[in-house]
């Protein structure tokens, strides 16, 4: 199988710039490495507008659109867009590789990419509004290895490193038990940093947990 083709990520935190430097590599690799490349975005994401992504700056570049729960689509639209060209292309893009759930075969398709010969460039969100791993961001860091660029933000309270979104609905903080994806701009979430990321409701991790992925056997008999 031809491994070997290059993976590069950038994630991290709303307003970290990713989707800019995912907008910056596709500009360099096209205007002085020639290489022809395909944008894709998950069709749940409706900010950018149809059929483009979007940098804060206003920086933006076509893409066309996948079902996040498929996004196998990919190929017939790869196929004919080359078939367009008459000629393959080298790199595929995708931005927002969060709302690629895990379940959806999105890590299997970047593989197979690869496996096929072509580069992959990548923007995602690293964590959801419960400070969570979000999506395919997490198995397609590890794909990446050490080609893996976090990018940093910036908390809206104080101004230190921001690693969490913090959803806020009528003025206030969302409860942990609100939706995963809840599509919305500067309005809904901003960046903050550990100190003044707020989570009503958030369960507490611990012994207590319903349905902890390791249990530790002897329990101790005193809570830490
Ligand atoms: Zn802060």
Redesign the pocket.
């Given at each position: 199988m031809a491994r070997g083709r290059v993976l590069r990520l950038f994630i991290g935190n709303m307003a970290s710039g990713k989707t800019r430097h995912l907008l910056t590599e596709i500009d360099t690799l096209r205007k002085y490495g020639n290489k022809k490349i395909a944008v894709f975005k998950p069709r749940t994401d409706t900010r950018s507008g149809m059929n483009c992504i979007k940098s804060r700056r206003g920086d933006e570049d076509a893409a066309e659109e996948i079902l996040a729960t498929h996004p196998h689509e990919l190929w017939p639209l790869l196929r004919s867009k080359e078939a367009a060209a008459g000629c393959r292309f080298q790199v595929i893009a995708f931005d927002e590789i969060q709302f690629f759930p895990r379940n959806s075969g999105f890590f299997q398709l970047v593989k197979s990419l690869l496996e096929d010969g072509y580069d992959v460039l990548a923007s995602g969100l690293a964590f959801d509004f419960r400070g969570e791993p979000f999506g395919s961001t997490p198995d397609l860091a590890m794909l990446a290895e050490d080609r893996c660029m976090w990018m940093t933000a910036y908390?809206t309270?104080?101004g230190?490193r921001a690693l969490y979104p913090q959803r806020i609905i009528d003025g206030v903080p969302a409860h942990y038990n609100s939706p995963q994806i809840l599509v919305g701009g500067d309005e809904t979430y901003e960046p903050?940093?550990d100190?003044?990321f707020t989570l009503p409701g958030r369960p507490l991790a611990g012994y207590d947990d319903p349905s902890p992925q390791i249990r530790i056997w002897p329990q101790p008999t005193e809570a830490i």
């Open positions: 908390c309270r104080c230190s903050r940093c100190d003044h």
